[in-house]
């Protein structure tokens, strides 16, 4: 067994641990394999190990490599095609370097980009975009995403990002499937379990707020914290450094 292909079976046994821990079922969390700075043969080998869904997180690194995946992996059915998520922070400039090429973006953290995603899926006549809305629920300075840090207190924070979603709800093109954050790095997970718990009952508030809308997906959880955020509520993990090793 390979080095990849053991760290695969460590992890996919760690979330389904985690996953019982809370009541839960592995099969309800998707394992997002975080291949940014690894070549082409480590997405190929993941894939040969049973990963389907990868995430990067540069829009030309990401595009480059989905190419050369691709032309080495051609002839698949649907189901067993390599799925991408688009996981970093994407700025309005390069909102046409994703689009039609992921098939889910995590980090949309403004209505600013939502609209400009939507104009240009309008304009060159992309299918509709799944994304999730970036949270900063736990107010460091460093991370993305739109402002939630006392949203539980504020009443104005909230109404604010509940009045954006609904807008960006409006935008034909998008489909909103639910919210993304990323907790503040730290060697105790217990530590960021908070931001965990306070990004599920946002859910829960959108729920009530804005039905019509699909809130599904909590992507929470990395390499670090993934199974406290998989006993909050995650449906989607981003590992990387647990299955490939440090960054290239």
Same mark, same amino acid.
């Given at each position: 067994?390979?080095?990849?292909?053991?760290?695969?079976?460590?992890?996919?046994?760690?979330?389904?641990?985690?996953?019982?821990?809370?009541?839960?079922?592995?099969?309800?969390?998707?394992?997002?394999?975080?291949?940014?700075?690894?070549?082409?043969?480590?997405?190929?080998?993941?894939?040969?190990?049973?990963?389907?869904?990868?995430?990067?997180?540069?829009?030309?690194?990401?595009?480059?490599?989905?190419?050369?995946?691709?032309?080495?992996?051609?002839?698949?059915?649907?189901?067993?095609?390599?799925?991408?998520? &688009?996981?970093?922070?994407?700025?309005?400039?390069?909102?046409?370097?994703?689009?039609?090429? &992921?098939?889910?973006?995590?980090?949309?953290?403004?209505?600013?980009?939502?609209?400009?995603?939507?104009?240009?899926?309008?304009?060159?006549?992309?299918?509709?975009?799944?994304?999730?809305?970036?949270?900063?629920?736990?107010?460091?300075?460093?991370?993305?995403?739109?402002?939630?840090?006392?949203?539980?207190?504020?009443?104005?924070?909230?109404?604010? &990002?509940?009045?954006?979603?609904?807008?960006?709800?409006?935008?034909?093109?998008?489909?909103?499937?639910?919210?993304?954050?990323?907790?503040?790095?730290?060697?105790?997970?217990?530590?960021?379990?908070?931001?965990? =718990?306070?990004?599920?009952?946002?859910?829960?508030?959108?729920?009530?707020?804005?039905?019509?809308?699909?809130?599904?997906?909590?992507?929470?959880?990395?390499?670090?914290?993934?199974?406290?955020?998989?006993?909050?509520?995650?449906?989607?993990?981003?590992?990387?450094?647990?299955?490939?090793?440090? =960054?290239?």
């Amino acid at each position: 067994m390979s080095r990849i292909a053991a760290n695969i079976e460590a992890v996919q046994a760690r979330i389904a641990t985690a996953a019982r821990r809370a009541g839960r079922r592995a099969e309800e969390i998707t394992l997002v394999a975080v291949t940014k700075t690894h070549p082409p043969e480590t997405v190929i080998e993941a894939w040969r190990c049973g990963l389907r869904h990868f995430g990067e997180n540069r829009a030309a690194e990401g595009t480059a490599k989905m190419a050369q995946v691709a032309q080495r992996l051609v002839d698949l059915p649907e189901a067993e095609q390599p799925v991408w998520h &688009f996981i970093g922070h994407l700025q309005s400039r390069q909102a046409g370097d994703v689009l039609g090429r &992921f098939a889910l973006i995590h980090s949309v953290d403004s209505l600013k980009l939502a609209q400009r995603l939507q104009r240009l899926a309008v304009r060159d006549g992309h299918p509709r975009v799944e994304i999730l809305l970036e949270c900063n629920v736990s107010g460091e300075a460093s991370k993305y995403g739109f402002a939630l840090h006392r949203w539980e207190s504020s009443p104005e924070q909230l109404g604010t &990002f509940i009045d954006t979603a609904a807008q960006i709800g409006e935008l034909d093109r998008l489909v909103v499937r639910g919210l993304m954050t990323m907790a503040p790095w730290t060697d105790n997970p217990e530590t960021v379990r908070p931001v965990f =718990r306070s990004l599920a009952r946002l859910r829960e508030v959108l729920q009530k707020e804005l039905p019509h809308l699909n809130w599904q997906e909590l992507s929470m959880g990395m390499t670090d914290d993934f199974e406290v955020a998989i006993e909050e509520g995650a449906t989607m993990v981003r590992i990387g450094r647990a299955l490939f090793g440090e =960054r290239l």
